[in-house]
């Protein structure tokens, strides 16, 4: 008896190893434009979640195929029938029934579509972290819009690119417009006419700026999404000539090292 013909090899490994390509494989390329699959600890442990469990599914119905024969015709026949009763819409949620026919792998798939996407603007939120100026986001949005034009050709992509830019800038704008007229309200150009900022010029101030963050950060999501990692260091060279001394390291979670590093600097 050959190698490949013991029952340990066709029961499990070789289903398995089938099931783990094919899966992984139609993994990449549904959330292609969608984030980074191994963009975290977690999402990677998701995805190693939804192809493990492929894996036991494609086992376990090779040792449930020889009986089916013995299903009952009538089981068969409510099964299938059921699957048309109307149902409750719900948006971007898996439907229950398909959850348990799919044993668990479609709520995987939604779990991981949900932190491939919470990543990628925790990703957004820590590249603009210590942005706290208007010039200095203006700036940033500009060098991520033509670092996108140059790499992104397609007509679609170049549209979303040049809605997000147009739409930074707007918020930009308008942020540099309320801390200007806070300024001159406070006399902050005045030796003489110099007060503190009430609380709503303050909160106008951050919330303005706030919001020109937030608009600078779906452009920075389309680089997310749509680049390569091996990009990552252009990003950060582009974000280190705004910032200088720049902590940003690129991850969409905390390194596990970043506590060791702050030790040894506190030594």
């Known amino acids: 008896m050959s190698w490949y013909q013991q029952t340990w090899w066709t029961a499990f490994v070789l289903p ?5 390509g094919v899966a992984w494989f139609g993994l990449l390329r549904h959330f292609s434009g969608k984030g980074r699959l191994l963009g975290s600890r977690w999402s990677v442990g998701l995805a190693l979640s939804v192809v493990a469990l492929m894996c036991g599914v494609a086992v376990g119905a090779g040792f449930l195929l020889p009986h089916l024969a013995k299903v009952p015709p009538a089981a068969v026949g409510f099964g299938m029938g059921a699957t048309a009763l109307p149902r409750r819409k719900r948006d971007e949620t898996t439907q229950p029934y398909v959850k348990l026919m799919t044993l668990g792998v479609a709520w995987l798939m939604e779990r991981l579509e949900y932190r491939i996407h919470t990543d990628g603007l925790s990703w957004c939120e820590e590249f603009t972290d210590g942005v706290e100026q208007s010039a200095q986001l203006r700036l940033l949005a500009h060098d ?3 670092f996108l034009r140059e790499r992104h050709q397609q007509a679609a992509q170049l549209k979303a690119i040049n809605t997000a830019y147009e739409e930074a ?9 309320v801390q200007t ?10 030796r003489w006419d110099r007060r503190e900022p009430t609380e709503r010029e303050v909160f106008e101030c951050r919330s303005a700026l ?24 252009a990003l950060e060279e582009l974000r280190s000539k705004i910032i200088p001394n720049d902590a940003f390291r ?9 506590w060791l590093r702050r030790v040894r600097n506190q030594r």
């Open 16 to 20: 398995a190893a089938v099931c783990a």
């Open 181 to 190: 007229r806070t300024d001159q309200a406070c006399g902050v150009h005045s």
């Open 210 to 233: 706030g919001e020109a963050r937030a608009r600078c950060g779906h452009l920075l999501l389309l680089a997310y999404r749509h680049g390569r990692k091996s990009e990552q260091a």
């Open 250 to 258: 690129g991850g969409a979670a905390p390194s596990r090292w970043r």
């Open 169 to 177: 800038q707007q918020a930009i704008d308008k942020a540099l417009e």
């Open 144 to 146: 991520v819009w033509q």
